[in-house]
């Protein structure tokens, strides 16, 4: 083995003069813990839980601390994030009796042991202490914890996003990406009569592309060893949703009724219900942008006796979301292989 600067130069990419990274070629890392300080310290700052619901009043304060390591690697352009880290948040609530009067002010803390980029499609485990465990103080921090978890994930989501696309180089990143490319000198234009019938077809077919541009459509076959109407019934009942994803869940059973999934990550409407045949519903993500609805179709067939084949069809479904996330469709359809169909398996033994 060569050593150190001794290696075959066919093989080494040397340093320009002018120190210039070109393409991204050369493999660059940017340590971005003290911008995630920054970034959870906006984020996570004055943030209102409660204000004045049940009599309660609660809000974060401030970010206590932030440690581990964090950051971004690029090499030719590919983005390859980093982290793992910890955090802790100040938080204060108080309680009121219907004048007003004050009953009780406490202070505590919410700790979140362990983010790291290996779990990124998963929530991490949130711990939350306060300094009165007596009964209205309990009752202010299971205020916190029910209220409070599903705002604080959802900014911690946007973090993990913001790092998947770059962090602090995304805009370094951007800039190369839409750096203006010399134009071609231009060349002799055609007779007319040969190109009229060319440029009807060519503004013609781009405008259909860009119809069907940036959504894809998602389809799974899975086999349970279960009845369909058992599994139907899993789907639509929420305390069971609850149950095999350790999440919390609103699901109303009614045509036109809507659901909430996943702490509220999930949002949509039910659009067609037949009992242990097909569950038809609009979904959204809160991360997609403001109106992007996808739909999800789950036909449920019978094969044999105890044999439920369910077929899923989930369309229009954006490639990208409001963050410049590039992964939603991988994401999506590994949620649901990983969070819902292998996790009713494993909670309803319903596995082949």
């Not at 003290?34 to 310290?41: M, N, V």
């Not at 100040?90 to 790291?116: C, F, M, R």
């Not at 499609?121 to 916190?144: F, Q, S, W």
């Not at 994930?153 to 995304?170: C, D, F, H, I, T």
């Amino acid at each position: 083995m060569a050593r150190y600067g001794e290696g075959d130069k066919r093989w080494i990419v040397e340093d320009r003069p002018d120190g210039t990274n070109v393409h991204n070629w050369h493999w660059s890392e940017t340590n971005c813990l003290e911008w995630s300080r920054t970034f959870f310290s906006s984020l996570l700052s004055n943030l209102t839980i409660l204000d004045g619901e049940g009599n309660l009043f609660v809000k974060t304060t401030s970010l206590r601390s932030l440690d581990g390591e964090a950051y971004v690697n690029v090499r030719k352009g590919k983005i390859i994030p980093g982290y793992e880290i910890s955090l802790t948040l100040n938080w204060q609530g108080e309680a009121k009796d219907s004048n007003g009067a004050s009953l009780l002010q406490v202070d505590g803390t919410v700790e979140i042991p362990y983010i790291s980029d290996e779990n990124a499609d998963e929530d991490p485990e949130l711990k939350i202490t306060v300094n009165d465990e007596g009964p209205v103080g309990k009752r202010i921090k299971d205020a916190m914890f029910s209220k409070g978890k599903p705002l604080i994930l959802e900014k911690v989501r946007v973090w993990v996003q913001s790092m998947a696309n770059g962090g602090p180089v995304k805009d370094e990143l951007d800039n190369k990406k839409t750096a203006p490319v010399p134009s071609p000198s231009p060349s002799p234009s055609p007779s007319p009569t040969t190109v009229a019938g060319p440029k009807k077809e060519s503004s013609a077919g781009p405008k259909k592309k860009k119809e069907k541009k940036g959504v894809k459509s998602i389809s799974m076959t899975e086999r349970f060893n279960c009845r369909a109407k058992d599994l139907f019934e899993i789907l639509m009942d929420e305390n069971r949703w609850k149950g095999f994803t350790q999440s919390n869940a609103r699901i109303s059973k009614e045509v036109g009724g809507e659901f909430s999934i996943f702490d509220g990550s999930v949002c949509g409407t039910n659009l067609e219900l037949q009992e242990g045949k097909l569950i038809v519903q609009k979904w959204r993500f809160g991360s997609w942008n403001d109106g992007v609805q996808s739909t999800v179709r789950l036909v449920f067939e019978e094969p044999e006796a105890g044999v439920t084949v369910v077929k899923l069809t989930h369309t229009d479904v954006p490639e990208e979301d409001r963050y410049g996330n590039a992964t939603v469709v991988e994401n999506t359809e590994r949620g649901w292989r990983d969070l819902i169909f292998q996790r009713i398996r494993a909670v309803f033994g319903f596995g082949i």
